[in-house]
């Protein structure tokens, strides 16, 4: 365990679009160190996303990542020789965390040619409600009903 909590990190917001979700958005994607390869696959997304939507794109890409925050997790426990799943609150910088990192998954998951193709058709699923991203929220948020009796455990 640690002493102290580490120190957060100021992210450096993206160049184009000077949003620091942008920026952190852009590094999750990242794989190996090449930032240029995953800026391009999201600036290219958001041109296509421009396209198919005809509304901004920054716009379009907030939507989604509010419509897959999920706001109640599940966190295992173990008390008395049994694990129990404990649904607890998610903070607010790991519900944006969460959202992005489901997004990328779901859209590396898809089938398809290129990647940033495959990420904009899912940042407009997320932005419309549907699509992966949104189901893996939905099914996080089943657990946590569903274990809402052992909510008093929380510690």
Known sequence: MRRRRAPERKVIPDPVYRSELVAR???NLMWDGEKTKA???????????AEKTGE???DV????IENVKPSVEVRSRRIGGA?????????????TSLAI?????????????????????EIIDAYKGTGN???????????AEANRVFAHFRW
Not at 39 to 49: D, G, T, V, W
């Open 25 to 27: 958005f852009i590094n």
């Open 39 to 49: 800026q391009k696959i999201f600036y290219k997304a958001m041109e296509l996303i």
């Open 56 to 58: 901004n794109p920054l």
């Open 61 to 64: 890409f907030h939507k989604a």
């Open 83 to 95: 694990n129990y799943q404990i649904p607890v609150e998610v903070r607010p910088k790991r519900q």
């Open 101 to 121: 990192k489901w997004i990328i998954r779901a859209a590396r998951n898809r089938p398809g040619r290129r990647m940033y193709e495959k990420l904009a058709a």
């Open 133 to 143: 991203a949104v189901k893996t929220r939905e099914n996080v948020h089943k657990m």
